[in-house]
């Protein structure tokens, strides 16, 4: 498939858009060796010889007008093809949401990414929540990203999974993915947010669902040491 | 392959069949006015959607004054009047009237101008600036933009006043008068349409 | 000039004598106002061929000194992006397409001495000579040149501390306003004077190809740019007197400048296209001695487009953060205007089937247009669909997709009606060796730019991005931009031809005749050039364009305003 030898993807639904990028690509190019291929085979063949005389073909007959129309009835079946295709693939992606192992929020901005997890609670906004340079997830468990901006437009995408969501200040947009393979993915923001646009790359660390937990415990017990030695130095300067 | 020829044969020199038996200045004239119905309907359709996605809107509108709204409908409808008459006092060649008609078009044009200058100067001393929101920042754009555009036929108009008085406007005057009319109608439906969604809202509940 | 030619046998010529100022500068003859757009989008082109230059040369040696410029910081780079889409759009096509070839050529191809509004015509040209002046000065002010691309999304470009252009956006909106408002006089123009001005005899159906687009581009463009214009109005409004309209803390909606940008953009492209589409096909039938295939399914799949082209525009908007439920039905609709376009391809190609092809240099634009547009047509396919889009939205597959659709159109077409139509604009021949090698260098070096940045996009190559090497999954594409950059290169100084063909040619070019290609359009019945006025006498039309090696007639070809007797052999 030509987007997978480009860039393997790495989630569940990776290989369903791939397939609907093959299937355009195969249908693409089909089309356009035929196409090609008569306008340079009439260029040669009907090229000017003397006295060979044009003939007077106007294609106002039906009968003529044939030539154009059964071919383009037969594109049109190529483009409904297409339709039921994306269709699907786009109610996967974009459709209502598997519901979350793991949810994060995303915090995109000029030029950089927060990712923000539940603290011990399980819940957000309670003061416990856990900040994160890095987007890090379980394998195989399905993951709600809660997307949004400080500024201006912005774009979550990650290339190897395939997921790509613009993301709009003063909105929250959900996405979701499954990502299959363990591995560290980019991050690249795609809607221009301003002249540092460029270097607005981010990570996204997907480990077995063990190493996450342990990750995540970690993380969470780190935090809470913080809080403790924060409190005391504060009640140690009352 | 059979060649059709019977199409391709001699035609007689027929007279060309016209889309439209319109002048055309007045043929301009409405596409003109097609441009300008997709700009002010792109800005009206747009407010009337956020209007409903917001809920009304109805706190904001009841700082609009329908009684000075409809004082302002009042004097456009009149001028528009004003300006039928000067078009049928021109097809009957009666100078003095078209005169007299198209100065009371500018001064009427000029009052909504004046009322609306009162209504700004009142919403910004209560502190209703374009930047308060979404309500205002579409009420001046739309109010502003059908000013400019009042303002545009008040020039018009003064022109060709000022083309009567001189005796310049009577070579072609029936046409002129009547692109000008078109025009100022227009105007003053933009108005109509603005009027109502602008001014008269629901009571605040 | 409400003249009704149908009336009036013998046209009356008002000679004044003319000053310089007013032949040359004041004019208000469509031929001399068609020059004077193609002046400003030929010189505007080789601006915006420059920033395409520095562009391309960043991508491919990101962080090195460019020759010639220097190093290209990354706040010039996004002003670069953003001019060069800006100019290309507004400021050459429109003008050369609609500009230039709608001017000079509806007059003539019906019959008309000049234009319904000869004074507004001038009006509009001058309008544009003043908004490229102010997009000029919108790159010198203080504080950054516009930077927020041709699209100039909120709050980005509504906020200037975001973007850091403060009068440079405000002086693009200007500009854009003030372009908009040239194009819908000239619009206003065009429509009437073919409505109103055709010669007796030129019924709709027996109208030029040409001036069917052109009068449909421009009525596309006139219904299309409202909601923008409004939205320009709301976006300077938001940046100077803090109204809300584009900012989320205050009520605003961000998506709605792109629902009122798209719903224009996309027309846009149409308006732009059709022109240069009408241009091949005047073109085709004249080199292969032959009708032109489908007129009337050709002109009815022209408004179908016209009308597809209105309700397709959110299909710029997949992954917005719109309601993804709308996306389903603006694919369905964007993939189903494959299908109008599909009839003018197949009717093109039709054309040449058993013609007698001469591949002269207009013909081989027309040609060179055809083959790269196929893939500009069929990678559009990938967009259209919601899914693919949802990789490939902002990659550089799209820039390659564009780019593979306005380039042929604009500029290999564009060149096809600059070679085709020049005889008669001067009064010279160009020179057709230079001529074919121009089209050999453009059509090989554009093909080797654009086709890397396919493979690019597949690779999830996002656009606007100056420097390619800070992600770790751009590295392996790097060399697509090396060879696109040489490519790139190459096209710009294979232009070179072109530029010393032009003048030497309008200088010292051989004289041309009246009607050097033998073609049947009114305007190859007029001298080359016409004089002011056009036509000595007023056409009478007998038939339609493209009779062409027509049987029975010694002649393969018949002029349409020539009667002659023809023998009906017996049918069947």
Known sequence: MISQTFLPGVSTFSGSVDHVINLIFVLAVGWFIVLQGLVIYFAVRYRRRPGVKASFITGESWGQLAWVLVPVALALVCDLGIDAAGGDTWETVKGELPPPAVTVHVMAQQFSWKFTYPGEDGKFGTGHDLVEDALHVPAGQVVHVVLESKDVIHDFFVPALRLKQDILPGRAITAWFNATEPGTYEIACSQLCGPAHFGMRGKVVVDAPNDFNTWLSAERAAQAKKAAADTSATRGNG | MEADIAIHANAPAIETDSLVSLPASRVALWIFLAGEIMIFGGLVACFMLYRIAAGGWTDEASHVDWQVGTINTVVLLTSSLTMILALAAVRRNDQQAVKRFLAVTVALGIAFLGVKAFEYHGHIVEGFTPSKGMFWS??????????????????????????AIKGTLWARGETRLEIAGLYWHFVDVVWILLFPLLYLSLEAK | MEAQLSHIEHVDHHHHPQSLISKYVFSTDHKMIAKQYLAVGLLMALVGGAMAYLIRVQLAWPGKPVTGWGFIAPGSYMAMVTMHGTIMVFFVAMPILLGAFGNYLIPLMIGAPD????????????????????????????????????????????????????????????????????????????????????????????????????????????????????????????????????????????????????????????????????????????????????????????????????????????????DPRLATPFSILTILISIPFAVMIFAMIATLWRGSIIFSTPMLFTLAALSSFLIGGVTGIFLGSQAADIYLHDSYFVVAHFHYTLFPLLFMGGFAGIYYWFPKMFGKMYSEPLGKLHCVLTFVFFNLTFIPLFMAGFGGAPRRIYFPYGYDFLKPLQHYHVIATYGAIGLLLGQLPFVINLFASMISGRKAETNPWHANTLEWTAPSPPPHGNFEHVPHVVRGPYDYSVPGVAEDWVAQDKVVTVTVAAAG
Do not use: C
Request: hydrophobic share 55%.
């Open chain 2, 138 to 163: 579409f009420y001046y754009t739309m109010t502003g933009l059908h000013a400019l555009h009042v303002t545009g036929g008040i020039v018009v108009n003064s022109i060709l006043l000022i083309m």
């Open chain 3, 115 to 322: 234009m319904a509004f000869p004074r507004l015509n001038m009006m509009s040209v001058w309008t544009l000579f003043v908004a490229s002046l102010v997009l000029i000065a919108s790159m010198l002010v203080p504080g950054s040149a516009p930077n927020a691309g041709w699209t100039g999304y909120p709050p980005l470009s509504a906020v200037p501390e975001y973007s850091g252009s403060t009068w440079g956006i405000n002086l693009w909106l200007l500009a854009l306003a003030l372009e908009f408002s040239s194009f819908l006089m000239g619009g206003i123009n065009f429509v009437t004077t073919a409505i109103n001005m055709r010669a007796p005899g030129l019924t709709f159906w027996r109208l030029p190809l040409v001036v069917w687009m052109e009068i449909t581009a421009s009525a596309l463009f006139l219904l299309s740019v409202g909601p923008l214009v409004a939205g320009s109005v709301m976006l300077l409004l938001d940046r100077v007197l803090g109204t809300t309209f584009y900012a989320p803390s205050q009520g605003g909606d961000p998506l709605l400048w792109q629902h009122l940008f798209w719903f224009f953009g996309h027309p846009e492209v149409y308006v732009i296209a059709l022109p240069a589409i009408g241009m091949m096909m005047e073109i085709l039938p004249v080199f292969a001695r032959k009708p032109m295939f489908g007129y009337r399914a050709i002109i009815y799949s022209t408004i179908i487009a016209g009308f597809l082209s209105l309700i397709v525009w959110a299909h710029h908007m997949f992954v917005s953060g719109m």
